[in-house]
């Protein structure tokens, strides 16, 4: 089992303030889409938000999961501090971390990463699409949360920098097309255009 953890800390700026947590996509709030993806894998899912009285009436929707809201302890330092704040609270020993703005997260992917990160003992599995690393979408060892928090003492705020410091390994287009997984859940939608084009070309 891996425990899940949805980053919901930006300031949602590029969306014109809108929350992208809940965009509506195929008429239910993105949020609510990735919980029941997550809920085939993961017994524990943690959101980090900085607004957790707007999201957590939503949360109680997806009954087979444990799904807690917790704010980051370093507020508004990026994915960083999300996953910093999501270490301290995983139940599992790896955590499935996506951003808030992914439609077509994957339970696949995830868990092919995870057997992965498992077997190799790394400290991350990042999927590399088409040539660009997707921190968010990861799996991590929850054990990156100290080397998270030494940053974030640091005044180092960008997650790439974090890989920098750990043992992962980069699986690209080919590990998941063996195992028939499509490549586009990497996915995500930061403004209004990207909703829009997503919302058009729904899979």
């Given at each position: 089992?891996?425990?899940?953890?949805?980053?919901?800390?930006?300031?949602?700026?590029?969306?014109?303030?809108?929350?992208?947590?809940?965009?509506?996509?195929?008429?239910?709030?993105?949020?609510?889409?990735?919980?029941?993806?997550?809920?085939?894998?993961?017994?524990?899912?943690?959101?980090?938000?900085?607004?957790?009285e707007v999201l957590r009436p939503y949360l109680t929707?997806?009954?087979?999961?444990?799904?807690?809201?917790?704010?980051?302890?370093?507020?508004?330092?990026?994915?960083?501090?999300?996953?910093?704040?999501?270490?301290?609270?995983?139940?599992?020993?790896?955590?499935?971390?996506?951003?808030?703005?992914?439609?077509?997260?994957?339970?696949?992917?995830?868990?092919?990463?995870?057997?992965l990160c498992q077997e190799a003992n790394l400290d991350?599995?990042?999927?590399?699409?088409?040539?660009?690393?997707?921190?968010?979408?990861?799996?991590?060892?929850?054990?990156?949360?100290?080397?998270?928090?030494?940053?974030?003492?640091?005044?180092?705020?960008?997650?790439m920098g974090l890989l920098d410091h750990m043992d992962?390994?980069?699986?690209?287009?080919?590990?998941?097309?063996?195992?028939?997984?499509?490549?586009?859940?990497?996915?995500?939608?930061?403004?209004?255009?990207?909703?829009?084009?997503?919302?058009?070309?729904?899979?």
């Amino acid at each position: 089992m891996i425990t899940g953890v949805i980053l919901a800390g930006g300031l949602n700026r590029r969306m014109g303030g809108r929350l992208k947590a809940l965009l509506p996509v195929q008429g239910q709030p993105l949020l609510l889409r990735q919980l029941e993806e997550m809920s085939s894998i993961c017994k524990q899912v943690i959101v980090v938000t900085n607004e957790p009285e707007v999201l957590r009436p939503y949360l109680t929707s997806v009954s087979n999961i444990d799904v807690q809201c917790i704010n980051d302890q370093y507020v508004q330092k990026g994915p960083l501090s999300g996953i910093h704040a999501a270490s301290q609270l995983a139940s599992e020993q790896h955590m499935w971390i996506v951003g808030c703005d992914m439609p077509f997260i994957s339970a696949e992917a995830a868990k092919a990463m995870a057997i992965l990160c498992q077997e190799a003992n790394l400290d991350a599995v990042i999927p590399v699409l088409d040539g660009r690393a997707h921190p968010l979408h990861g799996v991590y060892s929850k054990l990156v949360g100290s080397e998270a928090e030494v940053l974030l003492k640091q005044e180092q705020y960008r997650l790439m920098g974090l890989l920098d410091h750990m043992d992962w390994k980069p699986v690209e287009n080919d590990f998941f097309e063996r195992q028939n997984i499509p490549s586009h859940f990497a996915t995500n939608v930061n403004t209004p255009e990207e909703y829009e084009r997503m919302s058009a070309n729904l899979p």
